[in-house]
């Protein structure tokens, strides 16, 4: 069923670390971007736009001031809505480690399988203190993507089915850095089996799952 329909094609970004201050080397870099794919777009037109992680530097309001900012922009170049076109994930840069409490770092240190993970996954309590360091990324997809289409803390996942050129697609969004909490998260970034399972049930119907994290 898929022969005859058109390409789709999405553009996928990721580690854009906005920080603070704009710099003037990263706006030259970004305009140089975006001009490109102005350019590529008007003979290629791009679909979908995946953003996956590290979209801040330090999981701070004013670094997500910018990247909204650049995201509508480059929506704008692209001709697409980002309140039905944009696709964001988070990664461990995008935490804010000034949040992290005693508390949830106790939580953290008990995640040793997936029957722990699944109770924490079920105590909605626990999700939104491990929540908080994240709370910045939270609030940013609300005001970009609108408050239908936010993350919450207590889904760690989001499944978003579109149809493109006569295509349906499951957009299995997957939150790795939900227990992100050291300074060095390199191998311990961590989807839970009930976090995959839910998303890949609830894109079941789709023609094709694309999955993001």
């Not at 203190?129 to 609108?146: D, K, N, P, V, W």
């Not at 006569?166 to 998260?185: E, F, H, K, R, Y």
């Amino acid at each position: 069923p898929m022969s005859n329909a058109s390409p789709v094609r999405w553009l996928q970004i990721s580690d854009l670390h906005f920080d603070d201050v704009e710099g003037w080397e990263r706006r030259a870099l970004l305009d140089a971007m975006l001009r490109h794919l102005e350019e590529f777009a008007a003979e290629h037109p791009i679909d979908l736009v995946f953003v996956t992680g590290d979209i801040a530097n330090r999981g701070r309001r004013g670094e997500y001031d910018q990247a909204h900012r650049f995201l509508n922009r480059l929506c704008e170049v692209l001709h697409l809505d980002p309140s039905t076109h944009l696709f964001v994930v988070p990664g461990n840069h995008d935490v804010d480690r000034g949040r992290i409490s005693r508390a949830a770092t106790s939580i953290l240190a008990g995640l040793n399988d997936e029957a722990a993970i699944g109770d924490t996954f079920a105590d909605e309590s626990a999700m939104r203190l491990l929540g908080t360091r994240l709370s910045e990324f939270y609030a940013f997809t609300e005001r970009l993507l609108g408050p239908a289409r936010a993350w919450h803390p207590e889904r760690p996942w989001r499944v978003d089915v579109v149809d493109v050129r006569g295509v349906s697609l499951a957009l299995l969004q997957l939150n790795s850095a939900w227990a992100s909490g050291t300074s060095d998260d390199r191998g311990n970034l961590l989807v839970g089996e009930p976090q995959a399972r839910a998303a890949l049930e609830e894109g079941a119907r789709a023609a094709l799952r694309v999955a993001l994290l």
